[in-house]
């Protein structure tokens, strides 16, 4: 999969999942943490919507020719990741300065060398231009493309029950996270090092962000004899230690601290991880300082985004934050903390910054920030499906008819309502 954007790329599959209206049973207690191991009809996952996922399916295996084109397409994917991998950070030809390449290691996109030093140290910034150098630690890619391959080969099994898909995701998920030769140590002490700087920082925290998705694929492989209990509790072990190095490290403290998009995605793995270990206690507390701490502080009462708007892809940004405040939203339903109809006494929302953005995705207004690459309507297109789902409103459903995937083959289809012919979601 090639990578176009920070955000809009390692998230892209979650970012085009519309979310279902509640989490909970009749008698209050969270819906998500009842699913349990070894039900394959109700996949224990956290951030893809059982709801649909099991409509899905259901209508697949009623003959619905309507999917059959996005089924196939899905199938092609899964046919080619058989073949994927095997994917682990042991391959790199770089050493990481534990001198363990079991340790992940990066290097910072946006920083180039210094044009005023002989030896180009230390390194200076750049935003929003990638240096071609990171592609010498090749641990980030290789783990986006891990987490393509075992996501893709999950979903397929899941709707369609060939086996062969999910003895490959399990085969794929014990070389990254199990196999003592080939795993991956639980911790970020090395991404986006800045040469002349540091040998890692907690920023790098954003590059793991993808693995909130595997933590679903696992869910939707619960059931199948390839994923052993053994297998389960190894993975959850892994997590476990990676949430508290992430709680517990200088760099994970640093990212927890961030107040951009940042720190934003920093909850999001936090809440998603302490779901998958089991310790709703942490998630609920993450996702409710979520209120006052990402979204009161990230977002102005007009809809505004300052710290995003200050980069040099604006829109991406802004939009990829929201992105991420949506899935702190949905990870929120989980334990019963209401994101989506949170607002501060000032108007401060989530809705809001959506409402901020909504206009320039319309074309009714030019956008007046920088945006390197070029402005998109088009990217906001995930963020409208989420809403229209969530706020149903005409302005919203005008923005989702705009934007509806007219690519039969996408996969989309498979994971959220379509339009109808005036406009509403089909909810």
């Known amino acids: 999969m090639k990578r176009t954007d920070l955000f809009l790329s390692a998230a892209a599959f979650v970012t085009t999942v519309c979310f279902s209206e509640g989490g909970f049973a009749a008698d209050g207690t969270p819906k998500q943490t009842e699913l349990g191991s070894g039900s394959q009809d109700l996949p224990r996952v956290f ?205 994970g403290r640093d990212e927890a601290a961030a107040k951009n998009n940042h720190g934003t995605y920093y909850d999001v793995q936090a809440a998603s991880f302490a779901l998958f270990v089991d310790r709703q206690d942490l998630a609920r507390e993450v996702l409710q300082m979520a209120k006052q701490k990402r979204i009161a502080v990230q977002i102005e009462p007009d809809g505004r985004q300052p710290l995003e708007l200050a980069r040099t892809k604006a829109w991406s940004y802004s939009i990829g934050n929201l992105q991420g405040l949506m899935l702190l939203a949905r990870l929120g339903e989980n334990v019963g903390v209401d994101l989506w109809q949170f607002e501060t006494a000032d108007g401060r929302s989530i809705r809001r910054a959506f409402d901020y953005l909504a206009p320039f995705a319309a074309g009714e207004e030019k956008w007046p920030y920088r945006q390197l690459g070029g402005f998109s309507p088009r990217a906001l297109a995930p963020v409208v499906r989420r809403l229209a789902g969530k706020f149903p409103n005409d302005r919203y459903r005008a923005l989702l008819l705009k934007f509806q995937e007219e690519d039969p083959a996408s996969r989309t289809h498979l994971l959220r309502p379509g339009v109808a012919e005036k406009g509403q979601a089909t909810e």
């Open 47 to 251: 951030l893809l919507d059982v709801k649909y996922l099991q409509a899905a399916r259901r209508r697949i295996r009623d003959g619905d020719k309507s999917l059959a084109p996005a089924l196939a397409g899905l199938d092609r994917d899964a046919q080619r990741a058989l073949n994927a991998g095997p994917f682990s950070v042991v391959h790199k030809q770089a050493t990481p300065p534990s001198g363990d390449k079991h340790d992940y290691m990066s290097q910072a996109p946006y920083f180039w060398p210094n044009p005023d030093t002989t030896n180009g140290l230390p390194y200076i910034r750049r935003d929003g231009e990638r240096n071609p150098e990171i592609n010498r630690f090749p641990d980030h890619r290789v783990m986006d493309e891990m987490v393509e391959a075992v996501e893709t080969l999950a979903l397929s099994y899941y709707l369609d029950g060939n086996n062969a898909y999910a003895s490959k995701a399990a085969e794929l998920l014990r070389a990254w996270f199990l196999d003592p030769a080939t795993r991956m140590n639980p911790h970020l002490q090395y991404a986006q090092a800045i040469p002349g700087i540091n040998t890692g920082r907690g920023i790098g925290l954003i590059e793991t962000r993808g693995l909130t998705r595997v933590v679903d694929a696992i869910g939707l492989l619960t059931g199948s004899k390839a994923l052993t209990e053994a297998d389960q509790r190894g993975l959850q072990e892994w997590f476990d230690k990676f949430l508290r190095w992430m709680r517990e490290s200088q760099n």
